[in-house]
């Protein structure tokens, strides 16, 4: 009896009472992230032909999970570089709890805005 093309590529079954049934796995998921996901909804609005093309090679999970933990990184490493900048301390925190809040979200916003353009609208 010839190979199944499921067998050529080196798939192998089980049996289960009269059937022979594949042996398939499910990959491991990993969950993209909020970055991960702003990108895939920019790339569905306005880059169409990318979307589809990785979609289709199955490139598509990996690019946005690629693209969610480098804008992460670069999330909190211009949060750290911007405190810094700004002399934005810890002692400012316990002392002054409400102008510190005002800052750093001011920072985060910053840094969102600037992470949107170089890299998730892109």
């Known amino acids: 009896m010839e190979k199944s093309i499921f067998e050529q590529i080196g798939g192998t079954y089980h049996q289960e009472g009269d059937y022979l049934l594949p042996n398939l796995t499910v ?3 990993v969950s993209i992230g909020v970055w991960g996901q702003r990108h895939l909804r920019y790339l569905k609005a306005h880059c169409q032909t990318i979307y589809t093309a990785m979609l289709l090679s199955g490139e598509l999970n990996s ?4 693209i ?3 804008a992460e990184e670069m999330f909190f490493q211009l949060i750290k570089q911007m405190t810094e900048q700004e002399g934005i301390t810890e002692q400012l925190k316990s002392e002054r709890q409400m102008e510190w809040v005002g800052c750093m979200n001011n920072i985060c916003n910053r840094t969102m805005e600037l992470i949107n353009a170089e890299l998730i609208y892109t």
């Open 63 to 66: 690019y946005l999970i690629r």
């Open 27 to 29: 990959p491991e998921s």
């Open 68 to 70: 969610d933990r480098q």
